[in-house]
């Protein structure tokens, strides 16, 4: 079964008396525990790609499967459900809650689904994304790059099957922005969820084994990154132009 899959998704938006089309019957698949990157400029669609993928605007043709359940359908309850429990968001701004702590944040989606987050997960979550030193700081006190491994963590705290993750480096410097791609690929290999990043830097989308580009609301193709920038970056010209 596939993690994640989409099948001819299009979305149109209108403004001021015009249509604009976003996305136009895009399809694409995320197999069980691989990692994959889609790339483009800004004004692609990107963004309303993953919102599509997430559940969180609807497509006005095409279908999302996320670990072959279908989105059609699904009630707004439903799909709040589906996202807790079965994907995890990884934000560009964080979205931490400043006055919990760093455990309290990564902990926050099991509370919400009326559990406790087992001790034993959470310490290995945050063995694996090198914060069990700042377990109790609260998340108002930490570093961008230390915020956003906490956000890697939580996403990963309901042990999802698919992760989406939005541009997430946009707000991180360079050091911090390597430092993020080193622990989501650590985090693919060890804990297998698959994962699907979404960037236009091919330095960040050379964490992913497998790069899509997208232009103007199609998937102009797709190839291995070979965890390399520059052959990423190259690639991605060739396929843009």
């Not at 455990?103 to 994304?129: F, T």
């Amino acid at each position: 079964m596939n993690a994640l899959e989409a099948q001819a998704l299009s979305k149109t938006f209108h403004s001021d008396g015009k249509s604009i089309d976003v996305l136009k019957s895009i399809s694409l698949v995320i197999p069980e525990g691989e990692f994959h990157a889609v790339m483009g400029p800004s004004g692609s669609g990107k963004s309303t790609l993953l919102n599509l993928l997430a559940g969180l605007l609807p497509a006005d043709s095409g279908s999302v499967f996320v670990s072959g359940q279908p989105l059609a359908g699904l009630s707004d309850h439903a799909l709040t459900l589906l996202r807790r429990r079965t994907v995890g968001i990884i934000f560009q701004d964080f979205n931490l809650i400043p006055t919990l702590s760093v455990s309290e944040n990564i902990a926050l989606p099991a509370l919400l689904d009326g559990h406790p987050l087992p001790k034993a997960h959470l310490d290995n979550l945050l063995n694996l994304v090198g914060l069990t030193h700042r377990a109790d700081q609260p998340a108002e006190k930490l570093s961008g790059g230390e915020a956003q491994r906490t956000a890697i963590a939580r996403a990963f705290a309901m042990e999802p099957r698919i992760i989406l993750a939005d541009e997430p480096t946009g707000n991180l410097d360079s050091p911090s922005a390597t430092l993020f791609c080193n622990t989501l690929k650590r985090m693919n290999a060890e804990l297998g969820t698959a994962i699907l990043l979404i960037s236009h830097d091919p330095q960040v989308a050379a964490a992913a084994e497998t790069i899509h580009v997208l232009k103007d609301g199609t998937i102009r193709g797709s190839f291995a990154s070979e965890h390399n920038a520059t052959h990423v970056a190259n690639r991605y010209l060739e396929l843009m132009a």
